[in-house]
């Protein structure tokens, strides 16, 4: 029996390779890589990923920085800190060695805690601080503490600390290791989002170092209650300055009348960078602290809708307009029911419109919720004092000149009534009933033949990276989900903790428990050699160049490029390009097979879009 089958058709092939030599860049465990439709020859000489475990291959990664200007990728893991050259010849890696204070560790056990996954220096936290140092800080066996590290110079592999120069890390990072929060470092000042007590329970927002003062939230559940913070940005509104705010992402748990007992909300809170608080109501508290609801949720029949109220990761997609970055935010929802997991996205000016909106208020006999609707004093609570909130005879120099009917209402209505949905009030990604969980996203805004495409790379806690793009037709509010590769990027089965994009270095840089692994972003020749192979990838990357399918960029000089994101459709294409014998290259095999028995019939296709079809060639015709 003899069968064929097309060349453009997907499989997942598997395979591992060493990449340079134990213990420099990138190398240790081999990498797993998952690609689609690639020979055996191909993917040995792919190179796609590369993976760094530690100079003693016991990492356990907590922090990752990503620094493009000095071509440098900065680690923290257990009592130590990695820095790692990202030039394309150099696989130079340094290490500072990083452990608890003397007499740390022990009282850590004393206490009763776990001595290896919590009496250690866990480096949760790496920003830059000046140009010529960074921004550590550690739990320090539950007694966090910071330092400074000289990295140099750009062009410079500086990398060193002076350990007897380290500074108290409180309100900075959690004691416990295992907590999350959130932080940025703008101005040179910290701002943080954490627990900030031994015992996990002081939930609060600060900003330390810099020339101005210690600003926290008072200790109040209507301000946060049992937050868990995941990130924070600080993002300007105008032209002005002092008009700044640090906007954190977080969920709580609900205060909302009509929610059931330990519901919990996605929130986007904001404080204002150059908030010195109040006099005599709020000294050394934030001023200017409100915060509103972000919703996702899939409309269902008779106007039920589906939410996804746990938040696990937010990107913020840069623009040219740097006020306007769209706000990419991966929630999850797991019930008796279903678990599953969607990507909202939200623009800034519908953040900021809910929050020149009505205060949330409690009224009436029955004490519900509802819109403030009686006078607010001015300046409006939540504002920044600048240009725009002076006028004459009412000027404002900083928070401290705020009358205290400001900050009272502040204090009273930190929430806002409106929430802020998202674009075309819709997920633009919906997974249900996956064998694994949504962790991490990245999203990397490409230019494509026929417009521009969100390509969105999300992390599970399997250690696989779905890379995946949404297209919406037509007047169609509905998106149609295009997956153009599942990445296994580690070996064993290991949750992402973190991810960060190269868009310089068009790289993926992947942190999990077992180290970081580098992922290029796309490897256009694996979708084999054809127009029509290429075209069906669908791939925003990747374009048909009339001999070899190759990176797509915008401003080259090369006008014959043939791609089709929308549909993919390889006849209106590549009609010209022999479509017919892309089509018809089918690959012979001869099958020897038993009688009465039966053999698998495999075909490796290109790429995830194509389907496979099998042809059945009898010598005597029934």
């Given at each position: 029996?003899?069968?064929?089958?097309?060349?453009?058709?997907?499989?997942?092939?598997?395979?591992?390779?060493?990449?340079?030599?134990?213990?420099?860049?990138?190398?240790?465990?081999?990498?797993?890589?998952?690609?689609?439709?690639?020979?055996?020859?191909?993917?040995?000489?792919?190179?796609?990923?590369?993976?760094?475990?530690?100079?003693?291959?016991?990492?356990?990664?907590?922090?990752?920085?990503?620094?493009?200007?000095?071509?440098?990728?900065?680690?923290?893991?257990?009592?130590?800190?990695?820095?790692?050259?990202?030039?394309?010849?150099?696989?130079?890696?340094?290490?500072?060695?990083?452990?608890?204070?003397?007499?740390?560790?022990?009282?850590?056990?004393?206490?009763?805690?776990?001595?290896?996954?919590?009496?250690?220096?866990?480096?949760?936290?790496?920003?830059?601080?000046?140009?010529?140092?960074?921004?550590?800080?550690?739990?320090?066996?539950?007694?966090?503490?910071?330092?400074?590290?000289?990295?140099?110079?750009?062009?410079?592999?500086?990398?060193?600390?002076?350990?007897?120069?380290?500074?108290?890390?409180?309100?900075?990072?959690?004691?416990?290791?295992?907590?999350?929060?959130?932080?940025?470092f703008s101005g040179g000042e910290l701002y943080t989002g954490l627990t900030a007590d031994f015992l996990g329970r002081d939930s609060v927002i600060f900003r330390s170092m810099g020339s101005r003062s210690t600003m926290r939230t008072e200790t109040d559940q209507k301000l946060l209650h049992d937050p868990k913070f995941v990130a924070a940005h600080l993002v300007p509104?105008?032209?002005?300055?002092?008009?700044?705010?640090?906007?954190?992402?977080?969920?709580?748990?609900?205060?909302?009348?009509?929610?059931?007992?330990?519901?919990?909300?996605?929130?986007?809170?904001?404080?204002?960078?150059?908030?010195?608080?109040?006099?005599?109501?709020?000294?050394?508290?934030?001023?200017?602290?409100?915060?509103?609801?972000?919703?996702?949720?899939?409309?269902?029949?008779?106007?039920?809708?589906?939410?996804?109220?746990?938040?696990?990761?937010?990107?913020?997609?840069?623009?040219?307009?740097?006020?306007?970055?769209?706000?990419?935010?991966?929630?999850?929802?797991?019930?008796?029911?279903?678990?599953?997991?969607?990507?909202?996205?939200?623009?800034?000016?519908?953040?900021?419109?809910?929050?020149?909106?009505?205060?949330?208020?409690?009224?009436?006999?029955?004490?519900?919720?509802?819109?403030?609707?009686?006078?607010?004093?001015?300046?409006?609570?939540?504002?920044?004092?600048?240009?725009?909130?002076?006028?004459?005879?009412?000027?404002?120099?900083?928070?401290?000149?705020?009358?205290?009917?400001?900050?009272?209402?502040?204090?009273?209505?930190?929430?806002?009534?409106?929430?802020?949905?998202?674009?075309?009030?819709?997920?633009?990604?919906?997974?249900?009933?996956?064998?694994?969980?949504?962790?991490?996203?990245?999203?990397?805004?490409?230019?494509?033949?026929?417009?521009?495409?969100?390509?969105?790379?999300?992390?599970?806690?399997?250690?696989?990276?779905?890379?995946?793009?949404?297209?919406?037709?037509?007047?169609?509010?509905?998106?149609?989900?295009?997956?153009?590769?599942?990445?296994?990027?580690?070996?064993?089965?290991?949750?992402?903790?973190?991810?960060?994009?190269?868009?310089?270095?068009?790289?993926?840089?992947?942190?999990?428990?077992?180290?970081?692994?580098?992922?290029?972003?796309?490897?256009?020749?694996?979708?084999?050699?054809?127009?029509?192979?290429?075209?069906?990838?669908?791939?925003?990357?990747?374009?048909?160049?009339?001999?070899?399918?190759?990176?797509?960029?915008?401003?080259?000089?090369?006008?014959?490029?043939?791609?089709?994101?929308?549909?993919?459709?390889?006849?209106?294409?590549?009609?010209?390009?022999?479509?017919?014998?892309?089509?018809?290259?089918?690959?012979?095999?001869?099958?020897?097979?038993?009688?009465?028995?039966?053999?698998?019939?495999?075909?490796?296709?290109?790429?995830?879009?194509?389907?496979?079809?099998?042809?059945?060639?009898?010598?005597?015709?029934?």
């Amino acid at each position: 029996m003899t069968a064929s089958c097309w060349s453009v058709c997907t499989e997942i092939l598997w395979f591992s390779f060493f990449n340079g030599t134990y213990g420099s860049f990138f190398d240790g465990t081999p990498p797993l890589i998952r690609v689609s439709s690639l020979s055996l020859t191909d993917l040995l000489s792919t190179n796609r990923s590369s993976i760094f475990s530690g100079h003693h291959g016991q990492l356990a990664l907590t922090s990752v920085y990503l620094d493009e200007y000095r071509d440098r990728l900065f680690l923290g893991g257990k009592d130590v800190l990695y820095s790692l050259l990202l030039g394309p010849t150099s696989s130079e890696s340094k290490e500072i060695y990083w452990p608890p204070l003397p007499g740390s560790r022990e009282h850590c056990i004393e206490t009763g805690k776990e001595p290896q996954t919590e009496c250690a220096n866990f480096v949760r936290l790496l920003q830059p601080h000046n140009r010529t140092h960074l921004l550590a800080c550690g739990t320090g066996a539950f007694q966090p503490m910071c330092a400074f590290i000289s990295v140099g110079h750009r062009g410079e592999h500086v990398f060193t600390m002076d350990p007897t120069n380290v500074e108290n890390g409180r309100g900075k990072v959690p004691h416990d290791p295992s907590l999350p929060f959130a932080s940025t470092f703008s101005g040179g000042e910290l701002y943080t989002g954490l627990t900030a007590d031994f015992l996990g329970r002081d939930s609060v927002i600060f900003r330390s170092m810099g020339s101005r003062s210690t600003m926290r939230t008072e200790t109040d559940q209507k301000l946060l209650h049992d937050p868990k913070f995941v990130a924070a940005h600080l993002v300007p509104d105008n032209v002005d300055r002092d008009n700044d705010k640090v906007y954190f992402f977080f969920t709580e748990k609900a205060t909302e009348a009509g929610d059931r007992e330990g519901a919990i909300h996605t929130r986007v809170g904001r404080v204002c960078a150059n908030d010195v608080g109040g006099q005599r109501v709020l000294v050394n508290k934030w001023s200017t602290f409100i915060k509103a609801r972000l919703v996702c949720s899939v409309p269902g029949p008779h106007g039920i809708d589906t939410h996804f109220n746990q938040l696990e990761d937010v990107f913020l997609l840069r623009t040219k307009d740097e006020r306007n970055p769209d706000v990419y935010a991966l929630f999850s929802t797991i019930s008796n029911v279903f678990q599953g997991f969607a990507v909202c996205v939200y623009r800034m000016a519908d953040i900021r419109e809910a929050f020149n909106g009505p205060f949330a208020h409690k009224e009436g006999p029955d004490y519900r919720w509802g819109a403030y609707e009686g006078r607010v004093p001015y300046p409006r609570p939540g504002v920044c004092p600048s240009k725009i909130t002076n006028q004459p005879g009412r000027e404002f120099g900083s928070t401290k000149d705020f009358p205290d009917s400001v900050l009272q209402f502040a204090r009273n209505h930190p929430l806002m009534w409106r929430p802020v949905y998202p674009a075309l009030r819709r997920p633009v990604l919906v997974k249900a009933n996956t064998p694994y969980k949504l962790r991490q996203i990245v999203v990397d805004r490409v230019e494509a033949e026929d417009g521009q495409y969100d390509v969105m790379f999300i992390g599970t806690d399997v250690g696989t990276v779905l890379k995946v793009i949404a297209l919406h037709g037509g007047n169609s509010l509905d998106a149609e989900e295009v997956t153009l590769e599942e990445l296994q990027v580690f070996k064993v089965p290991t949750p992402i903790t973190s991810m960060d994009i190269s868009v310089k270095r068009q790289s993926l840089y992947v942190g999990s428990p077992a180290g970081v692994a580098l992922v290029k972003l796309h490897r256009c020749e694996t979708y084999g050699n054809a127009c029509a192979e290429c075209c069906l990838a669908r791939d925003p990357y990747c374009a048909w160049d009339g001999a070899v399918c190759a990176r797509y960029l915008a401003n080259s000089k090369r006008r014959f490029r043939r791609q089709d994101i929308r549909h993919g459709n390889p006849v209106l294409q590549c009609s010209d390009q022999n479509l017919s014998e892309d089509l018809d290259m089918t690959e012979d095999r001869m099958v020897y097979v038993t009688e009465n028995n039966s053999t698998f019939l495999e075909c490796i296709p290109r790429s995830p879009q194509a389907t496979v079809t099998w042809f059945v060639q009898r010598d005597d015709p029934m």
